[in-house]
T-cell receptor, first 113, second 117 residues
Framework: GDSVTQMEGPVTLSEEAFLTINCTYT??????LFWYVQYPGEGLQLLLK?????DKGSNKGFEATYRKETTSFHLEKGSVQVSDSAVYFC????????????FGKGTKLSVKP | AAGVIQSPRHLIKEKRETATLKCYPI?????VYWYQQGPGQDPQFLIS???????DKGSIPDRFSAQQFSDYHSELNMSSLELGDSALYFC????????????????FGPGTRLLVL
């Protein structure tokens, strides 16, 4: 079945460091790909998404490119801030009313000042 | 902009009791999803509804049931609660009927944290 694999955390970085969180997927079709972020004690917020191969999603300085050839959707940010500390989930889904999200295990990011 | 509303935000129950969680989707959204997130885990899909009809079913126990009402709000009913049901329960909504990819994004509520003692 379809699945998402994320790099294991936790990831600890200093402020202004470069961030990469790896995400690869296994899919039988052509899903849309998402990154959601969960701040401590809060719900899931959509960070960015891409709906087809070679699309790049971006938001708040974060970017991810849908790579069909490597089945990857790695999350990157050039300069992290303390406020970026959260758990990041990579996910996929297909369109339509049966398109539930399939999540990776999540990667906890801690940014130190 | 209006977001997904869930109530209650926190709930404490004893084993074998019942619980009802409510979800109010974003206005005009026609699809509701329920997810369960155990401590330190990724969210797991439970069940979804499209236009008030069940559209898909995931790892939802038989002790749980859900429905979507005429005003599109949804309720998750949980009976014979077990310790392992302690989790964060998310509701998400989306607009599927337009067929466009922008509308298919799922927007999550803040969750209901259920603790079973």
């Amino acid at each position: 079945g379809d699945s998402v694999t994320q790099m294991e955390g936790p990831v600890t970085l200093s402020e202004e460091a470069f961030l990469t969180i790896n995400c690869t997927y296994t899919a039988t079709g052509y899903p849309s790909l998402f990154w959601y972020v969960q701040y401590p004690g809060e719900g899931l917020q959509l960070l960015l998404k891409a709906t087809k191969a070679d699309d790049k999603g971006s938001n708040k300085g974060f970017e991810a490119t849908y790579r069909k050839e490597t089945t990857s959707f790695h999350l990157e940010k050039g300069s992290v801030q303390v406020s970026d500390s959260a758990v990041y989930f990579c996910a996929l889904r297909y369109g339509g009313s049966q398109g539930n999200l399939i999540f990776g295990k999540g990667t906890k990011l801690s940014v130190k000042p | 902009a209006a977001g997904v509303i869930q109530s209650p935000r926190h709930l404490i129950k004893e084993k074998r009791e019942t619980a009802t969680l409510k979800c109010y989707p974003i206005p005009r959204h026609d699809t509701v999803y329920w997810y369960q997130q155990g401590p330190g885990q990724d969210p797991q899909f439970l069940i979804s509804f499209y236009e008030k009809m069940q559209s898909d079913k995931g790892s939802i126990p038989d002790r749980f049931s859900a429905q979507q009402f005429s005003d599109y709000h949804s309720e998750l009913n949980m009976s014979s609660l077990e310790l392992g049901d302690s989790a964060l329960y998310f509701c998400a909504s989306s607009l599927e009927s337009s067929g466009g990819d922008v509308e298919e994004t799922q927007y999550f509520g803040p969750g209901t944290r259920l603790l079973v003692l």
